[in-house]
């Protein structure tokens, strides 16, 4: 009996040790490495609530779109059958992805419904259509089209209306330009603007998001950089980076710019050596990015503090696996495929994390802190019913000697 009270004594200090340890790692993981499927895994996106990352990954040759919480566990197939999905982006409300799909030659705009697993056309433009974006109040889609050897940015209604131009040869092969979209075309938080950057790579403008009139260049001028890849915060600013790229050195700048405000830009991260995009979560606190740092692509989060900045400046930065990837990798959970969907192919699992080879033991997805903190509860509560129990019976005795 003597010894119950010191095992409680022992479940509570270790439970206050795991606990302790899982806010510690919370605090200290500056970059933490959520996807390790060994293959290319790219194009992180932020839901709107900051809880579950879209992103795309290569299987057989194609890519595939899927979600993920924000910790890398319950990992969700999006794309089903033999397809090739790239570039989500999640809708307002958060229950659609848009994204393209089609083949290296011919691409069209579709939106994935996450609740039913319903893929909808959105445009049918028989040309290459990539990078949708959506307006803020999830009315409209922004992407690009290349076609006939020049690229534009175009905006079609979420129902297909309306396809329309906003540009005129944004960028052309004639003119020896990069007619290969890279980011998206980023729409203010009021809807009415458009951040781009321009056909040489060189600068980060807006327009009008319903003409393409009334053009602003809010990028530096830097002859030794190359601005894109803008992306409009929650504040309003409009952050773009700009890459740097001389003989024996490269590096990347991440600047945010009040757009009208006449203000100079501020530098959001210096000398960082992850090239881009950068995706912002909807708090500011934390960055998403894909990078090769560890072998293959593969997606980390960063945090937007002294100790994330410090850590992106290093080729080599130390990372840290995801709980969920270090208890065995998560399990693809495939959601609901429509009626009509293309093709009936099973969803080929994900590969397991390096050196995380999943046991069968530990529930996927299921961070070891959390699955240990579960075991000691339990541990606690017998010990603590124990106790109890023997109490009750030593009281009864009492009672019946007394008698």
């Excluded at 600013?237 to 006449?262: C, F, K």
């Excluded at 937007?304 to 290093?314: H, I, M, S, V």
């Excluded at 997805?365 to 959390?370: A, D, E, F, K, M």
């Amino acid at each position: 009996m003597a010894l119950l009270p010191l095992v409680r004594l022992l479940c509570l200090a270790t439970l206050g040790g795991l606990l302790s340890a899982h806010v510690a790692w919370a605090a200290s993981a500056a970059i933490v490495q959520v996807t390790a499927e060994g293959t290319s895994t790219v194009r992180p996106s932020w839901s709107p609530d900051g809880s579950r990352i879209a992103f795309q990954s290569s299987q057989n040759g194609a890519y595939r779109v899927l979600t993920m919480a924000a910790d890398g566990s319950d990992r969700r197939a999006v794309s089903h059958g033999d397809v090739d999905d790239r570039h989500p982006s999640w809708s307002p409300d958060g229950t659609h992805l848009a994204i393209d799909s089609g083949t290296e030659i011919k691409r069209e705009i579709w939106i994935l419904d996450l609740a039913s697993g319903a893929r909808t056309q959105v445009t049918r433009l028989d040309a290459f259509a990539s990078f949708p974006a959506w307006s803020p109040d999830g009315s409209k889609l922004s992407f690009y089209v290349y076609k006939n050897g020049a690229l534009d940015v175009w905006v079609v209604g979420k129902d297909g209306a309306s396809p329309t131009p906003i540009t005129q040869v944004l960028a052309s092969e004639t003119n020896s330009q990069c007619t290969f979209a890279c980011h998206a075309a980023a729409w203010s938080p009021d809807g009415s603007r458009l951040a781009f950057s321009d056909g040489d790579q060189q600068h980060v403008w807006t327009m009008r998001s319903n003409d393409g009139t009334d053009r602003i260049k809010v990028s530096q001028d830097d002859p030794t950089g190359r601005s894109h890849f803008p992306a409009y915060l929650a504040d309003g600013r409009l952050a773009y980076v700009t890459e740097h790229i001389n003989p024996g050195q490269s590096w990347t700048d991440v600047w945010a710019v009040m757009p009208g405000s006449g203000q100079p830009a501020s530098a959001l991260l210096e000398d960082v050596q992850v090239q881009g995009p950068f995706e912002f979560s909807p708090d500011g606190q934390k960055v998403l990015f894909a990078s090769p740092r560890n072998g293959s692509f593969d997606i980390y989060v960063a945090n937007l503090d002294a100790n994330g900045a410090e850590a992106l400046k290093r080729v080599s930065s130390d990372t840290e696996l995801a709980p969920a990837l270090a208890a065995g990798h998560p399990t693809q959970v495939p959601l609901p495929q429509a009626a009509g969907a293309p093709g009936n192919a099973a969803v080929a699992p994900v590969a397991a994390a390096p050196n995380a080879g999943a046991t069968g033991i530990i529930p996927d997805g299921i961070s070891p802190y959390v699955l240990a903190l579960v075991g000691l509860a339990v541990a606690w509560g017998v010990v603590e019913a124990v106790i109890i129990t023997r109490r009750r019976m030593r009281r009864r005795t009492v009672r019946s000697d007394g008698e």
